[in-house]
């Protein structure tokens, strides 16, 4: 590898981690579902996040975007299935009271967050991003498109533990009085916050 491969492959694994490190929907449901049900419930979730990014990034190299601006209403069916998805499970969060009403909320399921990415914008900046600004990583675009997956899915996978570990360190804290359902509620509606966002601001 030469002198200016290597450092474009470092700017890219600097701009996967901080890309994935950063606040948003992903990382908020890992705050979230740690400290309800601890770190190990985040394990779907965060392989969820990998596999759904992972096929957008590939499906972005295929030139996905210009088939969703070709046919406005798949993307359209992509984000209300997002903004239904964070009010729902922002609403499940609202409404929870502490942790052992287990029957109001559960752990999102992996096909849910894998899903999710498709109808989230910071995941269509990251991938659009990455296809247009990190060419010639390597010396042919299948080994190049396979370095950026791998990468991005390790820089998922452990900011969404990172989070989860924040959100599990605070779980003994939360069990106090109403800790937990104040949490519940801020995390609750920032996600139909999110959803709407995305909704009104997106149309």
Do not use: D, H
């Not at 606040?23 to 908020?28: E, I, K, Q, R, T």
């Not at 210009?66 to 299935?81: G, K, N, V």
């Not at 239904?84 to 052992?100: D, E, V």
């Amino acid at each position: 590898m030469n002198e200016i491969a290597y450092t474009k492959l470092m700017a890219f694994i600097w701009f996967a981690w901080i890309g994935s490190v950063t606040p948003g929907p992903n990382n908020a449901l890992a705050l979230s579902t740690a400290t309800n049900f601890g770190i190990r419930a985040i394990v779907p979730l965060s392989i969820g996040v990998a596999v759904g990014f992972s096929s957008l990034l590939i499906a972005a190299s295929l030139g996905a975007q210009s088939l969703l601006r070709e046919f406005p209403q798949l993307a359209l069916a992509l984000r209300a299935f997002g903004v239904l998805y964070l009010c729902w499970l922002g609403l499940q969060l609202a409404r929870a009271g502490m942790i052992n009403q287990g029957e109001v909320i559960r752990p999102p399921r992996w096909y849910e967050t894998a899903a999710l990415q498709y109808a989230n914008p910071k995941a269509w900046m990251l991938a659009v991003g990455t296809v247009a600004a990190y060419r010639g990583l390597a010396s042919s675009p299948e080994v190049e498109l396979m370095l950026i997956v791998i990468i991005f899915a390790v820089s998922t996978i452990s900011s969404n533990f990172i989070w989860a570990v924040a959100g599990a360190s605070l779980a003994r804290w939360m069990l106090k009085g109403v800790r937990l359902r104040f949490f519940n509620s801020i995390v609750g509606v920032s996600l139909i916050a999110t959803g709407l966002w995305l909704w009104f601001v997106q149309n």
